[in-house]
């Protein structure tokens, strides 16, 4: 059984910084695209960040530059480095691995 467990999130000022991990278990984590997605009240879940196996990475257009995700496969997790924060980035962030997502994390940005 798979399973995701993230961590990190919380309530942070516009320009503060927040680091997600997701912890995975269950699978060989090493060889899956893992992504960051994330969901705001009234708005569709969308991605935010990928990572392959091979450690190319994919960010939309509103968090480039600001928002790096890596991963450590030694320890079967994802990390989503977030700086700059801004109100727009308030949501519930989730962690994705090929058919299974994690039960997400609250990400306010709120002065």
């Known amino acids: 059984q798979v399973q995701l467990v993230e961590s990190g999130g919380g309530l942070v000022e516009p320009g503060g910084s927040l680091r997600l991990s997701c912890a995975a278990s269950?699978?060989?984590?090493?060889?899956?695209?893992m992504g960051w997605y994330r969901q705001a009240p009234g708005k569709q879940r969308e991605l935010v960040a990928s990572i392959s196996s091979g450690g190319t990475t994919t960010y939309a257009d509103s968090v480039k530059g600001r928002f790096t995700i890596s991963r450590d496969n030694a320890k079967n997790t994802v990390y989503l480095q977030m700086n700059n924060l801004k109100p727009e980035d308030t949501a519930v962030y989730y962690c994705?691995?090929?058919?299974?997502w994690g039960q997400g994390t609250q990400v306010t940005v709120s002065s």
């Open positions: 269950g699978s060989i984590f090493s060889i899956y695209t």
């Open positions: 994705r691995q090929p058919g299974y």
